[in-house]
Every structure is written in structure tokens, then in C-alpha cells.
Nanobody
Framework: QVHMTESGGGLVQTGDSLRLSCTASGRSFSLGIPATGWFRQAPGKGREFVAAISGGGETTLYADSVKGRFTISGDNAGTTIYLQMNSLKPNDTAVYFC??????????????????WGQGTQVTVSS
């Protein structure tokens, strides 16, 4: 089974930047490189889609709330996916998670994830 590990969160001020990292273990490459997505869950709210990157890294997708501020990317080996977060706002405060699926569309609509959810990484933005 695929397991996801997130890291890089922290406490920052409005306007600061953070870079989150996501790694997947237990994945079989015989099935192809999956799309990877970032999600977040704020206190008292459901988990929401943030961004996704295709398996080959050539296409990305963003939620409107983060477009222009967040950038998703992967390393050359495709083993680590990053989320560069700039111009952070207090309403970006949440636990951030990553997961994988066959397509970015699956990630965006929250269907057919490949992995169980990890513990996430906490991002807190103070005003």
C-alpha cells in the first residue's frame, strides 16, 4: 500500500513563504507515475483540493484560492513533490496533506486515491 509523508509546515506571518514536501513510499512504478495532489483541511472544515501535478510533471492544476501564489513541482526523479507557498494569508492556515491518483481530475474531485492519508503538516499563518 502507498503511504504519503508530508513535511515543511510551520508558523509564519502574513506574506511569508513556506515550501512543503511530499514523498510516497510503497508505490509500484509498473503502474506508471501517478498524479500527485496537495489538499488542506482547516479547523472545523472539510478537506479541500489545493493543487495537483501530472505524473510526467508537465501539467499542473490549482484551486482558485491559491492560483498565482502557490506552485506545485516535482524533483527530477519524481519521488518528491513540493508545494511552494508564497504570499501566505491567515485563511491558508490548515493541515496540508498530499495523495496520489491516476489523473489530476481524480485528485480535484476527490476520487480513487491511491494512498491512505498521512498525518499531514500544519501550516499556521498569523495576521
Amino acid at each position: 500500500q502507498v503511504h504519503m509523508t508530508e513535511s515543511g509546515g510551520g508558523l509564519v506571518q502574513t506574506g511569508d513563504s513556506l515550501r512543503l514536501s511530499c514523498t510516497a513510499s510503497g508505490r509500484s512504478f509498473s503502474l506508471g507515475i501517478p498524479a500527485t495532489g496537495w489538499f488542506r483541511q482547516a479547523p472545523g472544515k472539510g478537506r479541500e483540493f489545493v493543487a495537483a501535478i501530472s505524473g510526467g510533471g508537465e501539467t499542473t492544476l490549482y484551486a482558485d484560492s491559491v492560483k498565482g501564489r502557490f506552485t506545485i513541482s516535482g524533483d527530477n526523479a519524481g519521488t518528491t513533490i513540493y508545494l511552494q507557498m508564497n504570499s501566505l494569508k491567515p485563511n491558508d492556515t490548515a493541515v496540508y496533506f498530499c495523495n496520489q491518483a491516476k489523473t489530476m481530475t481524480s485528485l480535484r474531485i476527490g476520487a480513487q486515491f491511491f494512498a491512505s492519508w498521512g498525518q499531514g503538516t500544519q501550516v499556521t499563518v498569523s495576521s
